[in-house]
């Protein structure tokens, strides 16, 4: 069976402009959470949706937003980018809300210029 | 307020010896989950080892334990027999089930030696 995967592996924006990250989870899997990682850091919680409805939100301003489709993958939309932006966003799936582990995509990384 | 602290930034350990790295916690919530995972070079995150609040007795998972002390606040995370193969960012997690949120720590960089 295939794993998390994430799309693209790597993106270059200018400040101001708007990116679109996807991830597929793994297949039966019907929650995503997505993670921000500034280099050097541990991950930072964005969000979790399951059922297509956002189950958890971290300390993010909202120029973030997120949304999950009917066959479970989720897209991550950033808007106004800044240069703080910079990072490597994971994509995590489980297969339920409560579920303890989660499998974690490889990751996109996101350079602002 | 949630938290999670490690703090060892970096550790040495010989190879096949055991190591143990450090988290410490905070939370209201009384339910919750702690979590370490590993982080190689590569990036990506692997899933090592779960315990529950509620949990009596502290989680193995092979070569990885982890010494639970509830009323200490803290989660350190034993590796024994260390390999070559462990060198690697290690993240202490933490959710809280009343939000589903999830914090991480800044992580433990350990380096196996040979």
């Known amino acids: 069976d295939a794993g998390v995967t994430q799309s693209p592996t790597h993106l270059i924006k200018t400040r101001g402009q708007h990116v679109t990250l996807r991830c597929s989870p793994i297949?039966?899997?019907?929650?995503v959470s997505w993670y921000q990682q500034v280099l050097g850091q541990g991950p930072q919680f964005i969000f979790q949706?399951?059922?297509?409805?956002?189950?958890g939100r971290g300390n993010f301003p909202d120029r973030f937003s997120a949304r999950q489709f009917p066959n479970y993958s989720s897209e991550l939309n950033v808007n106004a980018l800044l240069l703080g932006d910079s990072a490597l966003y994971l994509c995590?799936?489980?297969?339920?809300?409560?579920?303890?582990?989660?499998?974690f995509g490889p990751g996109t990384r996101l350079t602002v210029l | 307020a949630q938290k999670i602290t490690q703090t060892q930034p970096g550790m040495f350990v010989q190879e096949k010896e055991a190591v143990t790295l450090d988290c410490t916690y905070d939370?209201?919530?009384?339910?919750?989950?702690l979590f370490w995972y590993k982080q190689p070079s590569s990036g990506e995150m692997i899933f090592l080892i779960y315990?529950?609040?509620?949990?009596?007795q502290n989680a193995t998972e092979g070569r990885y334990s982890l010494n639970f002390q509830k009323a200490r606040k803290s989660a350190n995370l034993v590796i024994s027999a260390s390999q070559l193969g462990d060198s690697a960012m290690y993240f202490c997690?933490?959710?809280?089930?009343?939000?589903?949120?999830?914090?991480f720590g800044t992580g433990t960089r350990l380096k196996v030696l040979a």
């Open positions: 995590a799936s489980s297969a339920g809300l409560g579920d303890n582990e989660q499998f």
């Open positions: 297949s039966g899997h019907k929650s």
């Open positions: 949706y399951y059922e297509k409805e956002e189950r």
């Open positions: 939370t209201s919530d009384p339910s919750y989950g």
């Open positions: 315990q529950g609040s509620y949990d009596q």
């Open positions: 997690a933490m959710r809280e089930y009343g939000t589903y949120k999830y914090i």
